[in-house]
């Protein structure tokens, strides 16, 4: 069986960096990018030797050429690109007053915009590969709204996410290409230091535990398995699927 290559963005921490360890796990070849060198740098001495099956390459995804440019850059280290996990998200709240423009086009360039090129140009390398895998990651609150939580920019943001979901799982369907989401709720990563300092964040999450069914808060590697399933070449009867990772929260 040939080894497979990925792409990981967002992947110098968090469920990216979670994601990585597991497809290196699996034997696959992976490129995890992000656009703080140092933080993929670290990622890469956490993750320890792998004998050059893992490489990293700094790039802002919201940028066209830079989309491109990581793309190719996978392409001369692993000579293929099999699957892309397009994990790369920030986030920005406020109520829909508050905030402001550019706070909005920084949450929908990176989000959406970043996803729509990756999916892009990684697509055309995947179908010269044969076919693979595309897995974005898109949350709860693209399909529902929480309580206490004003996320208008980032909602739209990842339904945008899930729309661009379905409609590249048709279109690419006759290049052998799938393409699905994970929706995951609270997850324990970097991202949730955007809405408070640690001690803030650690309060809030004996709240957000009540309001998860399973009653605890998720970990990066509960939504990195989903991800492995879903760009796994054996579920290849996979695509347009919108897989919830949140402990039962959108059932609440």
Same mark, same amino acid.
């Given at each position: 069986?040939?080894?497979?290559?990925?792409?990981?963005?967002?992947?110098?921490?968090?469920?990216?960096?979670?994601?990585?360890?597991?497809?290196?796990?699996?034997?696959?070849?992976?490129?995890?990018?992000?656009?703080? *060198? #140092?933080?993929?740098? /670290?990622? +890469?001495?956490?993750? @320890?030797? =792998?004998?050059?099956?893992?490489?990293?390459?700094?790039?802002?995804?919201?940028?066209?050429?830079?989309?491109?440019?990581?793309?190719?850059?996978?392409?001369?280290?692993?000579?293929?690109?099999?699957?892309?996990?397009?994990?790369?998200?920030?986030?920005?709240?406020?109520?829909?007053?508050?905030?402001?423009?550019?706070?909005?086009?920084?949450?929908?360039?990176?989000?959406?915009?970043?996803?729509?090129?990756?999916?892009?140009?990684?697509?055309?390398?995947?179908?010269?590969?044969?076919?693979?895998?595309?897995?974005?990651?898109?949350?709860?609150?693209?399909?529902?709204?929480?309580?206490?939580?004003?996320? *208008? #920019?980032?909602?739209? /943001?990842? +339904?945008?996410?899930? @729309?661009? =979901?379905?409609?590249?799982?048709?279109?690419?369907?006759?290049?052998?290409?799938?393409?699905?989401?994970?929706?995951?709720?609270?997850?324990?990563?970097?991202?949730?230091?955007?809405?408070?300092?640690?001690?803030?964040?650690?309060?809030?999450?004996?709240?957000?535990?009540?309001?998860?069914?399973?009653?605890?808060?998720?970990?990066?590697?509960?939504?990195?398995?989903?991800?492995?399933?879903?760009?796994?070449?054996?579920?290849?009867?996979?695509?347009?699927?919108?897989?919830?990772?949140?402990?039962?929260?959108?059932?609440?």
């Amino acid at each position: 069986m040939k080894t497979l290559a990925a792409l990981v963005t967002g992947g110098g921490s968090g469920i990216g960096l979670a994601t990585a360890r597991l497809l290196l796990e699996e034997g696959a070849n992976v490129m995890i990018v992000g656009r703080d *060198s #140092a933080k993929l740098k /670290a990622a +890469a001495e956490e993750i @320890g030797n =792998t004998d050059g099956r893992l490489k990293i390459m700094p790039g802002d995804v919201s940028r066209e050429g830079n989309a491109n440019m990581l793309i190719g850059e996978a392409i001369k280290a692993f000579g293929r690109l099999d699957i892309l996990v397009n994990n790369a998200g920030v986030f920005r709240g406020g109520t829909l007053s508050d905030m402001h423009e550019e706070d909005y086009d920084y949450v929908l360039d990176i989000n959406l915009k970043g996803t729509w090129f990756m999916c892009k140009f990684g697509s055309r390398a995947i179908r010269e590969s044969g076919g693979g895998s595309i897995v974005n990651v898109s949350s709860f609150l693209a399909v529902r709204g929480a309580k206490g939580m004003p996320s *208008s #920019a980032y909602s739209a /943001a990842k +339904a945008g996410v899930l @729309g661009l =979901t379905k409609a590249l799982a048709v279109e690419l369907a006759p290049f052998k290409i799938r393409v699905n989401a994970v929706l995951p709720a609270v997850i324990r990563t970097p991202i949730l230091n955007y809405l408070a300092d640690q001690e803030g964040v650690d309060k809030m999450i004996q709240q957000w535990k009540k309001v998860h069914p399973l009653g605890r808060v998720g970990e990066a590697e509960d939504v990195a398995r989903a991800i492995v399933f879903l760009s796994h070449p054996e579920n290849n009867w996979i695509t347009g699927a919108e897989l919830s990772v949140d402990g039962g929260r959108a059932s609440w």
